[in-house]
């Protein structure tokens, strides 16, 4: 029992210090809601509840590219010649 209590406190700890450590490190144009030292107060004091609000509601969207939506048709079925070409051959059948 000793051993999962251990390793329980260490998933806690690492947990909180790496969010710990994204606290400090982001962008402040990127955080929400508080402050950068009120996030890590709340990490530091609360680790579990803590870090896990940084990662939930701290951290804003990022900035810079994001990915471009798929251009055409992604199925069979989102293609409008294809249900065309379908419907005809249903009808010729």
Avoid: H, K, Y
């Avoid at 009120?38 to 803590?50: D, E, H, R």
């Avoid at 939506?69 to 249900?83: L, M």
């Amino acid at each position: 029992m000793a051993r999962v209590n251990t390793l329980i406190f260490l998933v806690v700890i690492a947990f909180a210090v790496v969010a710990l450590i994204d606290c400090l490190i982001t962008e402040r144009s990127r955080i929400q809601a508080f402050p950068r030292g009120a996030w890590a107060v709340l990490i530091l004091l609360c680790p579990i509840f803590g870090a896990a609000a940084w990662f939930r509601a701290g951290r804003g969207p990022r900035s810079g590219v994001r990915p471009a939506p798929v251009a055409g048709p992604v199925g069979p079925e989102d293609d409008p010649d294809f249900v065309r070409q379908l419907a005809e051959s249903l009808r010729d059948s």
